[in-house]
């Protein structure tokens, strides 16, 4: 009997330590014609030959496994690998030759109809005809999930226009287009496979942060290509330090992440400290003048102590740890330790909660309102409702500095529904001849976690009669990362009331666009980064364009904050940003000042309108 199959070259292996059955396996296998067969013997060889394939998941065609064999974690090996549902997939054909419990019901569990495991067992002695037929038919299932997700990819890339896309494609997904080096979401996926192979295998490893001190300056006093120039050289310099291997990335303008595999702490703060004081002999030239340079480094290792949970937490870490270099004088190294950040956060914590449930309880707080302008006339869409607290000595404080605070301290959904009773009170009162003024409210990222917010809002609307469709909750993506089922479900109760989504902060996430693809959302708030400079960086516009051309696909509406210059509108406007926001049309006022610029309006073709004047909080 021979298997009809395409993928005859795709590598097999067979973990199998019984070697009359692993040769007999081989050997029904290359008969079938197969050609690339692995045979290993352990568990932990498995990963090794996984490891080069990393980022190509189609190359391994499958694993027959036998179910006992000598250092392998049999269910978190075939769970982590079989039950992916991309392209990334790997089967397992499992050779039952033991009966342990967990394994059987492990095996029921991938088997249920549930499951989208790729898993098929067989008992031993293995009969080949059995084999051959579960091979086949697991590696055809693959096949077809590998082909479903490469459509998916595809689909998202036809919603934008070719050229539009590659540049997208080329910034947002490829490598760092100015070092070459990976850029953070490349490195953050490999980091992740380094991480679960080294707690598997229990390898040891270490993460490097690398900040260039005071890097603006350059750029402020040489520009931007001088900036950039120094960057590829420190990126040339350190990369000739480490072995080629080690994954090496820019992360931030100035930051760069860099991975020294099988290095313990105390040997990557050698490493760190050679990185360092070469940067420091390093001279850069630019015309006559020479400049030079100097990094602080963070460090965190993989370490059971401290364990960083997934990669971003890992860099996070590092970055901290960078930060307290930065601190202590700049040109320095530290390592990560928790102590530190936990006593910087927790006195930051203390001082800020008491203060923030006072506010809380004595209506201490107040909102704001910056205008959303439409780019097409100049009108005033909406307001968007910033929150504040005031301070001592009539100080007026800023979400930055108490919003987190209240995150972590879980003081944030109260804040949530002070805003949101606050802003639907705020719309009841304003006068009838006002009654089309509709409002935009932040909602934090675990809105969605507490049940009431629904409620709240419902109760607020029905008790006030503030038409629903006067209020657009804007959420980031954050929202949705701990229980996407969840909020989604609590989005769509909240727009069957009436009410509109944004999605804030567009663009900043790594997965922006995926989010796009299943919020219910109304509109997409670009992130103000990509606007800022819209007018002079070629990049941000087309990252821009391709913004608006997908929202568009999606039947979604475009806002661009920080619009803070005329020329930035206009090119806006070019564009096809439906909305804006920003410095250029009002400052967050305390009233409903119709604040857009004269000359703007007349630049947007809009009529000069009377500002209406409220002071209602
Ligand atoms: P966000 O939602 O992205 O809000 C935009 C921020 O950008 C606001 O800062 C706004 O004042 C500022 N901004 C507006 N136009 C410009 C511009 O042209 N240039 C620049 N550089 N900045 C501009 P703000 O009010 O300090 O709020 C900061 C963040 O705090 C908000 O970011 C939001 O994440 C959070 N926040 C503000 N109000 C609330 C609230 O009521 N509830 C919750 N949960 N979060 C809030
Ligand atoms: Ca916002
Ligand atoms: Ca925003």
Not at 65 to 76: G, M, R, V
Not at 351 to 370: G, H, S, T
Request: charge should be negative.
């Amino acid at each position: 009997m021979t298997v009809c199959n395409p993928q005859k070259d795709k590598i097999i292996i067979v973990a199998e330590h019984d070697s009359v059955s692993a040769q007999q396996i081989i050997s029904t296998l290359t008969s079938n014609g197969f050609s690339d067969i692995r045979h290993v013997n352990s568990g932990e060889k498995i990963y090794e030959i996984l490891r080069p394939f990393h980022d190509q998941p189609e190359r391994i065609g499958l694993i027959v496994l036998n179910d006992s064999l000598p250092k392998c974690q049999l269910l978190e090996m075939s769970q982590s690998l079989s039950c992916a549902t991309d392209g990334s997939v790997i089967p397992f054909v499992i050779l039952r030759s033991s009966d342990s419990a967990d394994s059987a019901a492990y095996l029921e569990q991938c088997q249920s109809e549930a499951s989208s495991c790729l898993t098929y067992q067989i008992s031993t002695p293995v009969d080949p005809q059995l084999l051959l037929l579960s091979i086949n038919f697991l590696m055809r299932l693959k096949q077809e999930r590998f082909l479903r997700h490469q459509q998916e990819e595809q689909l998202i890339n036809e919603l934008a226009s070719k050229s539009v896309i590659e540049a997208k494609l080329k910034f947002l997904v490829a490598h760092d287009e100015l070092t070459g080096l990976f850029n953070r979401n490349s490195f953050e996926r490999q980091l992740r496979l380094i991480m679960n192979l080294s707690n598997k295998l229990k390898k040891e490893g270490a993460l490097l942060f690398i900040d260039v001190d005071r890097f603006s300056l350059i750029n402020e006093l040489e520009g931007f290509d001088v900036g950039d120039r120094l960057l590829v050289e420190l990126t040339i310099l350190i990369r000739k330090l480490v072995p080629t291997s080690n994954l090496f990335a820019r992360i931030g303008a100035d930051e760069f992440c860099l991975f020294l595999e099988n290095k313990t702490k105390k040997q990557a703060y050698i490493v760190a400290e050679t990185i360092r004081t070469t940067v420091e002999n390093f001279r850069f030239f630019t015309g006559e003048i020479c400049y030079s340079a100097s990094v602080s480094i963070g460090i965190t290792a993989l370490d059971n102590s401290m364990p960083a949970q997934h990669p971003g937490e890992m860099i996070l870490h590092s970055r901290q740890a960078c930060n307290f270099a930065k601190i202590n004088g700049r040109d320095k190294i530290r390592i990560y330790n928790q102590e530190d950040i936990a006593i910087k956060e927790r006195r930051r914590d203390i001082y800020w909660v008491p203060i923030i449930r006072k506010a809380l309880r004595e209506n201490d707080m107040f909102l704001m309102f910056q205008p959303v302008v439409q780019l097409n006339n100049g009108d005033i869409s909406h307001y968007e409702v910033l929150i504040r607290m005031r301070g001592d000595e009539g100080k007026t404080i800023t979400p930055d500095q108490f919003i987190p605070v209240a995150e972590r301290m879980g003081l944030i959904h109260a804040i949530d529904l002070w805003v949101v009773e606050n802003a639907i009170d705020f719309l009841a009162a304003l006068p009838s001849y006002m009654s089309r003024i509709s409002l935009a409210i932040n909602l934090s990222g675990t809105a969605f976690q507490y049940p009431d917010l629904l409620q709240v809002i419902r109760d607020k609307l029905e008790l006030t009669w503030v038409d629903a469709g006067r209020l657009t909750f804007e959420i980031t993506e954050t929202a949705a990362v701990d229980n996407f089922e969840r909020t989604r479900d609590m989005i769509n109760k909240i727009r069957d009331l009436g009410c509109k989504f944004a999605l804030d902060d567009f663009g900043a996430g790594f997965c922006s666009f995926n989010y796009l693809k299943t919020f219910p959302v109304d509109y997409v708030k670009i992130d103000g980064q990509f606007i800022k400079n819209l007018d002079n960086n070629e990049t941000d516009q087309i990252l821009v364009k391709s913004m608006v051309e997908i929202a568009g696909k999606l039947g979604k509406k475009t806002i661009a904050e920080f619009v803070e210059t005329p020329n930035i509108a206009l090119k806006l406007k070019e564009i096809g940003v439906n909305l804006g926001q920003g410095y250029a049309f009002g400052r967050p006022e305390r009233t409903l000042l119709d604040s857009h610029q004269v000359s703007l309006a007349i630049l947007l073709n809009s009529q000069k309108r009377r500002p209406i004047d409220t002071e209602f909080l």
